[in-house]
């Protein structure tokens, strides 16, 4: 709970910036800490905040499996199809409250999607993942099990 | 009167329905260089002119992109039916210039 809360107070303060990084580095300016149009932090924090979202969400947390767990960029506003933010794919296996498991399901989160519609478990995940692109091939599974995976990951 | 609506009305939908310019949104990506892009795939009915379809996709990459674009790559597979009407499947990938 604490580390929700940590969290969510950290996206407030660096989730904005995010996609400014972005935009700088589009005209041409350096981001800090990559060569890339998003930050190592920005992609951290963007992982957090799944990770946080997912605990929430999950009837039991710490029996979720994952697979596919992806960074992907999606665009944030229709009228602007250059303004783009970070999206965190995957599929989620959990239990529910009877005890067992339903099988992999598509998951999406998003900080920058409107609060509503910030993640789904199945539903628009198809919409938000199906065609969009890896920001990189790295595979954050390990980034999203529950346990020490966060810190034994870096 | 009523008659003449509902000729433009059809007329209209055919005439849509027969388009060979691709509707799909390109989706953002990050090149090799590290720079802002977009893909796109899709099919483009009732043609298989790729030089036609090249170029619709260019002007949709460049809108996405706000400007001139670099096209990476640009891929194309027969997607014509059983009946012969002809289509073709593309998948491409450009760089925004600015």
């Avoid at chain 1, 919409?127 to 990189?136: D, Q």
Wanted: aromatic residues 8%; glycine residues 8%; hydrophobic residues 45%.
């Amino acid at each position: 709970m604490i580390r929700t809360a940590l969290a969510f107070l950290a996206a407030s303060a660096i989730a904005t910036p995010a996609f400014s990084q972005a935009e700088e580095n589009v005209e041409g300016a350096p981001a800090a800490q990559s060569a890339g149009l998003f930050s190592d932090a920005a992609v951290d924090l963007e992982i957090e905040l799944t990770r946080s979202w997912l605990e929430l969400s999950l009837v039991d947390y710490e029996s979720a499996k994952f697979r596919n767990v992806r960074v992907v960029l999606t665009p944030v506003n229709r009228r602007n199809p250059r303004e783009i933010g970070l999206a965190v794919c995957g599929l989620v296996n959990a239990r529910n409250r009877m005890g067992g498991y339903n099988g992999f399901k598509a998951f999406y989160f998003s900080s920058r999607f409107p609060e509503a519609f910030r993640g789904g478990i199945e539903g628009f995940a198809d919409t938000v993942c199906g065609r969009a692109n890896s920001l990189n091939a790295t595979d954050y599974t390990d980034r999203l099990v529950a346990g020490d995976a966060v810190e034994t990951a870096r | 009167m009523i008659r003449s609506c509902a000729i433009i009305l059809v007329g209209g939908l055919m005439a849509a329905a027969c388009s060979s310019v691709p509707s799909y949104r390109p989706a953002p990506l990050q090149t090799a260089s590290g720079k802002l892009g977009f893909s796109v795939s899709g099919i483009a009915s009732f043609t298989r002119d790729e030089a036609k379809v090249t170029e619709e996709v260019r002007a949709m990459l460049e809108k996405s992109c706000g400007g001139e674009v670099e096209l990476q790559s640009i891929v194309f597979a027969d997607a014509t039916s059983r009946g012969g009407v002809p289509h073709l499947a593309y998948t491409a990938q450009a760089e925004c210039k600015s």
